[in-house]
């Protein structure tokens, strides 16, 4: 390893050295060629006295447009200078001196990188699919219970100058160091947690907290990194016990359900028996009201017979006497008996026959007010 | 002719030999060793040009980055004698080229060396701490006492550890079927719970709204009694009043009414001429008195 550099980006200078010198090379070989043919043709062309020259100033040419480059919208154009950082430049075009002398990094840093824990995208889709990797997503939480989860990371270079160096010449290999970063971090933040917590509406804060853990640790490491967000995607409870905790939720819905059920239920008889109750107030209120009314009518109208009445008593007594009986003696069976024909013979009265089936009861001639 | 080529040719040739001979570019993100015959003679950590002697010295490139190191998972005992998988790396960094190279050569001895000393310091720190106090309250001051102890441990291999942290601290299989075990039935308990809870607050609407229902029945009933004795005192009380004024006429015209009323149709009578209604039947008496009330006519059934 040590002897050649293993530098962050492939020096591509080389190549173009050697894409020079090959060309120097090969016109060199054609006008040894050509100007053998240009004598033959005996024209006017210069005899030999051309030389190296122009070549010379091609190939001097060439190598110094070798300098040239163009650094991307999402790219800082570091700039080295014997292996060591001389400037850095925006996007656009720009020059160095040919190699040996300088040589320019292009790092995307605008760029925001992903990592994903727990899963991999195996086809990004649409459909997306995902493979799960169960080493990476279960986690023990602090109550000592373990939980799935999958989450990601995004992050990119700070915008500043030296986090660009920072990211370029501090980390030998950032990928697997925000990897094990970010598993430390949110596994230590889960560690801190009850599972409960992380299953339910806690998710914020554990991501705030990871990602607040898991900037400092990269910040620890002069990383020139930062982490734009820690986004928890499924939190489960483990494949094995996850029907246990879909019972839960199930049991969580009976309650509710239960609870409903029940208060449907009072819902409807409770109004029911406030109607039932008014009904019989309003029953025996009506009751109440009629009877008095009846009775005031009853009265009042006594009170204006009584008035008459005592103008005229005897009168008045007999007239209601034969009304009464007018009114009645109509509608029945009458027997006139005199009783002096009583006195001699025994009447015979066939009771049995007089009496219909429904006239079963105790009669007696009418007698006025006793 | 011939001659200028050849001399352009050598020019550039020499250029270039001389260049890789003479001098050797250290990069920033890296430090160089120089050997003279095999022996260090210099060590270079700033970056830049340098020159050296042809063929007598030759450079060794060391990273001056920070460097990974993943050990393999191993068991662990905690204080409270649970098994913990645990998963760690390290994150180190050669600040002495010499030593570094003098002590372990290459990144495979610097590795090795690593393991050895961050897992005995891994499995002490562990030992002495419950899995409790490993997985939450004391995680970063542990790593940081590991981090510290492994540090000046390494630093007579030229090499600073910069930071060893827990990736991963796992159960054992054997002991997560435990854990699911565990988390099951708490899970059982929970919905058993729910459950109950459900249950009992149903039945406690329930009951209360039949409660509530009963009550409410009652109230009424009782309400209407109330009210339909009210009705019939204040009707007697207004009957008392009225007919308490003339009580003989009160009877004639009560009972005449009953009559009328509980006289059904083909009722049979038998009547006596000297009833009061009939007395004008017998016409000897055509000067008979008028009837005078409270004189009842035989009646005869």
């Given at each position: 390893m040590p002897g050649n550099f293993p530098g962050p980006e492939p020096r591509r200078e080389d190549d173009v050295l050697a894409e020079v010198r090959d060309l120097v090379e090969a016109m060199r070989e054609k006008m040894f060629g050509g100007a053998g043919g240009g004598g033959a043709n005996g024209g006017a062309a210069p005899r030999r006295s051309i030389g190296p020259w122009p070549f010379v100033l091609i190939a001097a040419v060439l190598y110094l447009g070798s300098g040239f480059f163009i650094v991307a919208p999402d790219q800082r154009g570091v700039i080295l200078r014997f292996g060591q950082v001389v400037r850095q430049v925006g996007p656009g075009p720009g020059y160095h001196l040919p190699w040996p002398f300088e040589e320019v990094l292009k790092p995307s840093v605008t760029a925001i990188r992903k990592e994903e824990f727990g899963f991999r995208t195996v086809v990004v889709g649409p459909p997306a699919r995902y493979r799960d990797v169960d080493q990476e997503a279960l986690m023990l939480t602090g109550d000592e219970n373990i939980v799935k989860l999958l989450f990601i990371v995004q992050y990119k270079v700070k915008a500043d100058p030296e986090s660009t160096e920072d990211f370029l010449f501090n980390l030998r290999d950032p990928v697997e160091t925000v990897r094990a970063a970010s598993e430390a971090a949110m596994r230590q933040v889960i560690g801190s947690n009850k599972i409960d917590d992380v299953l339910t509406d806690d998710r914020e804060r554990i991501q705030v907290e990871a990602q607040r853990l898991l900037q400092q640790i990269l910040d620890g490491y002069d990383s020139?990194?930062?982490?734009?967000?820690?986004?928890?995607?499924?939190?489960?409870?483990?494949?094995?016990?996850?029907?246990?905790?879909?019972?839960?939720?199930?049991a969580q819905q009976d309650r509710e359900r239960l609870i409903n059920e029940a208060r449907g239920y009072a819902n409807d008889v409770v109004p029911k028996a406030r109607g039932q109750a008014a009904q019989m107030l309003n029953e025996a209120d009506g009751y109440r009201l009629?009877?008095?009314?009846?009775?005031?009518?009853?009265?009042?109208?006594?009170?204006?017979?009584?008035?008459?009445y005592s103008k005229a008593k005897d009168v008045t007594r007999e007239r209601l006497y034969i009304e009464a009986m007018e009114e009645i003696l109509p509608r029945i069976d009458k027997i006139v008996i005199d009783d002096k024909a009583g006195e001699k013979t025994v009447p015979y009265l066939p009771l049995d026959q007089m009496l219909r089936p429904r006239a079963a009861q105790s009669v007696a001639e009418p007698q006025p007010g006793r | 002719m011939d001659r200028r080529w050849a001399i352009v040719g050598g020019t550039l040739f020499l250029l270039v030999a001389a260049w890789s001979l003479v001098f050797f570019v250290v990069p920033t993100w890296m430090q160089a060793v120089v050997l003279q015959l095999g022996e260090p003679v210099r060590t270079v950590r700033e970056p830049g040009i340098y020159m050296k002697i042809p063929f007598i010295q030759t450079v060794l490139y060391f990273d001056r980055r920070l460097l990974e190191y993943d050990a393999s998972p191993k068991e662990l005992l905690t204080r409270d004698k649970q098994q913990l998988v645990v998963d760690n790396y390290t994150r180190w960094k050669i600040i002495d080229p010499l030593q570094y190279y003098q002590a372990v050569r290459d990144e495979a001895g610097a590795q090795s060396r690593l393991d050895d000393i961050v897992y005995s310091n891994l499995r002490e720190n562990f030992g002495r701490q419950t899995l409790l106090e490993i997985l939450s309250t004391k995680r970063d001051a542990l790593m940081a006492d590991i981090t510290k102890k492994s540090d000046e441990a390494m630093r007579g291999y030229g090499i600073e550890v910069v930071d060893v942290r827990v990736k991963r601290a796992d159960l054992p299989e054997k002991n997560e079927q435990n854990v699911f075990g565990r988390m099951r039935t708490e899970r059982e308990r929970l919905a058993k719970k729910y459950r109950a809870e459900g249950d009992e607050e149903a039945r406690k609407i329930t009951s209360n709204s039949d409660k509530d229902v009963r009550v409410l029945l009652a109230e009424a009933q009782r309400d209407a009694q109330i009210a339909r004795g009210q009705g019939d005192a204040e009707a007697v009380r207004i009957y008392a009043e009225a007919y308490g004024r003339d009580p003989e006429l009160f009877s004639l015209t009560r009972t005449l009414e009953a009559y009328r009323r509980a006289l059904p149709d083909s009722t049979s009578f038998v009547l006596s001429p000297d009833g009061d209604f009939l007395r004008f039947l017998k016409s000897d008496q055509p000067a008979a008195k008028a009837p005078r009330a409270g004189q009842g006519g035989g009646a005869a059934p």
């Open positions: 020139g990194l930062k982490i734009e967000t820690v986004k928890l995607q499924d939190v489960d409870p483990p494949d094995q016990v996850s029907d246990a905790f879909k019972d839960v939720i199930n009629a009877k008095i009314q009846e009775a005031q009518g009853a009265a009042q109208r006594f009170v204006a017979l009584h008035d008459e | -």
